[in-house]
Nanobody, 120 residues
Framework: QVPLVESGGGSVQTGGSLRLSCEISVDTGNYLAWFRQAPGGERRGIAVISSGGSHTHYDASIKDRFIISLDVDDTLYLEMNSLKPEDTGMYYC????????????????WGQGTQVTVSS
């Protein structure tokens, strides 16, 4: 059974919106996060939420545009608004236990990723 399964990626124009979903079927630990990996770049944490859903942390590059949330049915979301070409990349959800970490090495479970492409 795949522990985390992302969906919702696609292609949009600058200024558009997308909502990513991540179905969770694993013991998540204390934190859930969304990571973004641009073409040729490193996988970078952009949004983290505590497992209870009450606390969040955002990277400066997406703050005030993206919202991370956790539903009661254990689905993780990333609402993405005002998308820019630099938001293009593969988006992954991940589960881990280190306090609001944005390092990929601190996460033990990963989804397969969903592609987001933003054109100008």
């Amino acid at each position: 059974q795949v522990p985390l399964v992302e969906s919702g990626g696609g292609s949009v124009q600058t200024g558009g919106s997308l909502r990513l979903s991540c179905e969770i079927s694993v013991d998540t630990g204390n934190y859930l996060a969304w990571f973004r990996q641009a073409p040729g770049g490193e996988r970078r944490g952009i949004a983290v939420i505590s497992s209870g859903g009450s606390h969040t942390h955002y990277d400066a590059s997406i703050k005030d545009r993206f919202i991370i949330s956790l539903d009661v049915d254990d689905t993780l979301y990333l609402e993405m608004n005002s998308l820019k070409p630099e938001d293009t990349g593969m988006y992954y959800c991940a589960a881990g236990s280190r306090f609001f970490s944005i390092l990929s090495t601190d996460y033990h479970s990963w989804g397969q990723g969903t592609q987001v492409t933003v054109s100008s």
